[in-house]
C-alpha cells in the first residue's frame, strides 16, 4: 500500500511559479510511475503529467507543456512539479498518484494523495 503526501500549494499572482512535491512511503517507489493530475471546481479530474517509474520519460498535457517540469528521487521517494507562468486556468486541486502502469489517464491510478490547492489570481 503507497502513500502519498502533496505539499506546496498556495495562491500565486499569475505568471508567478509554484512547486509541488508529492512524499511516497508504503511502497518501492522506483516501481511505480508517478503522475500529476488537477480538479478544478465542477469539471472532471485532468491529466498534467506523468513521469514514469526509471525517471528517463516524462508526458504532458498540452496545455501546459513548456511551463511544467515533472520529476522525481528515486533515492528519496519524492516526486515534483515545478510550474512556471502560471495562469488562472491552472487553478485546481492538484493531486498526485502512483501506479504501475497507468500514464495519463486517472481512472488507471490505484494510489492517491489528498491533494493541494493552486490559486491563480489574475
Known amino acids: 500500500q503507497v502513500q502519498l503526501v502533496e505539499s506546496g500549494g498556495g495562491l500565486v499572482q499569475a505568471g508567478g511559479s509554484l512547486r509541488l512535491s508529492c512524499a511516497a512511503s508504503g511502497g518501492t517507489f522506483s516501481d511505480y510511475n508517478m503522475g500529476w493530475f488537477r480538479q478544478a471546481p465542477g469539471k472532471e479530474r485532468e491529466f498534467v503529467a506523468v513521469i514514469r517509474w526509471s525517471g528517463r520519460t516524462t508526458y504532458y498535457a498540452d496545455s501546459v507543456k513548456g511551463r511544467f517540469t515533472i520529476s522525481r528521487d528515486n533515492a528519496k521517494n519524492w516526486a515534483y512539479l515545478q510550474m512556471n507562468s502560471l495562469k488562472p486556468e491552472d487553478t485546481a486541486v492538484y493531486y498526485c498518484?502512483?501506479?504501475?502502469?497507468?500514464?495519463?489517464?486517472?481512472?488507471?491510478?490505484?494510489?492517491w494523495g489528498q491533494g493541494t490547492q493552486v490559486t491563480v489570481s489574475s
Open positions: 498518484a502512483a501506479d504501475r502502469t497507468g500514464v495519463t489517464n486517472y481512472q488507471l491510478y490505484n494510489y
